[in-house]
Each structure stands twice: as structure tokens, then as C-alpha cells.
């Protein structure tokens, strides 16, 4: 019972990225979803995160306007789409289930850390 991320790779600063988050084992409707990145040397931090029962968005002010996050729960997946990329958002990028009545909001405002089906993570690398 797990995410499980794909899409990463080397891009060349400007260049955009879209990943993916696939829910496996589990329904993708009973949560929210925080995409997370840590790069090496460095806390993890929240990305974005969107809602499941409204859709709202949310996203830390450096990815504001560069990264969006969407779902769909028909096919149990999440998507992070980051277009402008700069060498700053190298990291490895995870995503991860929001627990019930927790709200969405927290994955990019607070230290809140108890997350759930934590995938295996995808490598971004933005490098001329």
C-alpha cells in the first residue's frame, strides 16, 4: 500500500517535467496528496498538495506560478507539472497520502510529518 512515483530526469534549466503519482493498493478518493522534494544536505519540504474532496491547491511561494498539482481519481494518480524549472529544484520528489480530517494546507505551511503510502520517490536533476 503505496505511491508510486515516476517522470523524473535531467533537464536543462527552463525545461519542464511532468510526474506522476499512482495510488497502489489503495483508492486514491479517500485522501489529499502532498508532493514533497528533499534535496541532498536538506529537510524534506512540501511541494504542493491538493485536496479530495474540493480540489483546492496549494503550493509553497517558490513553485507558485511554475508548478501545478492535479488528480485523477479515476486512474488513482497525481500529477506535479513544473515548467520553469531551476537548478534550486533538484531533489528527489515524493508523494504521499494527507491523513483524514488532516487539512491539505499543512504540506506546504507547517512541519507537520505524519504522512501515509509514502512512494519510493523520482529524481529530478534541472543542469546544463
Known amino acids: 500500500v503505496q505511491f508510486v512515483e515516476s517522470g523524473g530526469g535531467l533537464v536543462q534549466p527552463g525545461g519542464s517535467l511532468r510526474l506522476s503519482c499512482a495510488a497502489s493498493g489503495f483508492s486514491l478518493d479517500d485522501y489529499a496528496v502532498g508532493w514533497f522534494r528533499q534535496a541532498p544536505g536538506k529537510e524534506r519540504e512540501g511541494v504542493a498538495s491538493i485536496g479530495n474532496t474540493d480540489g483546492r491547491t496549494y503550493y509553497r511561494n517558490s513553485v507558485k506560478g511554475r508548478f501545478t498539482i492535479s488528480r485523477d481519481n479515476a486512474k488513482d494518480t497525481v500529477y506535479l507539472e513544473m515548467n520553469n524549472l531551476k537548478p534550486e529544484d533538484t531533489a528527489v520528489y515524493y508523494c504521499?497520502?494527507?491523513?483524514?480530517?488532516?487539512?491539505?494546507?499543512?504540506?506546504?505551511?507547517?512541519?507537520?510529518?505524519?504522512?501515509?503510502?509514502w512512494g519510493q520517490g523520482t529524481q529530478v536533476t534541472v543542469s546544463s
Open positions: 504521499a497520502a494527507v491523513p483524514p480530517n488532516i487539512h491539505p494546507i499543512v504540506v506546504v505551511t507547517s512541519s507537520f510529518d505524519e504522512y501515509m503510502h
